[in-house]
């Protein structure tokens, strides 16, 4: 099982940026694909990014590709979001999950765990 703690969030000004982690728990998390999404009030959950166990395949949604970074460190459990050039749009609740398909997925129902969620507000 892996447990997932996300941190970095903050509120930023339009064109600012933020570095997003996620820490996890595990000796295994270096199996485990990991992938961030977002959530803003009154609207579903979507995908941001997502990154496979070894980072050689990298997935982003159109709307942060060029801006946002996915990265991961699996000597310190940790996945990162580099988030540049913010945008107000992208303001939302950030999370991160894991999950051990084959290839890391762009859909929330295909990831097992979940952290609590990082605030991030991005100010016009």
């Known amino acids: 099982q892996v447990q997932l703690v996300e941190s970095g969030g903050g509120l930023v000004q339009a064109g600012g940026s933020l570095r997003l982690s996620c820490a996890a728990s595990?000796?295994?998390?270096?199996?485990?694909?990991t992938g961030w999404f977002r959530q803003a009030p009154g609207k579903e959950r979507e995908f941001v990014a997502a990154?496979?166990?070894?980072?050689?395949?990298?997935r982003y949604a159109d709307s942060v590709k060029g801006r946002f970074t996915i990265s991961r460190d699996n000597s310190e459990n940790t996945v990162y979001l580099q988030m540049n050039s913010l945008k107000p749009e992208d303001t939302a609740d950030y999370y991160c999950?894991?999950?051990?398909?084959?290839?890391?997925?762009?859909?929330?129902?295909?990831?097992?765990?979940w952290g609590q969620g990082t605030q991030v507000t991005v100010s016009s």
């Open positions: 999950a894991a999950e051990t398909r084959p290839l890391p997925g762009s859909r929330w129902s295909e990831y097992d765990y």
């Open positions: 595990g000796r295994t998390f270096s199996r485990y694909n």
């Open positions: 990154i496979s166990w070894n980072g050689g395949i990298r």
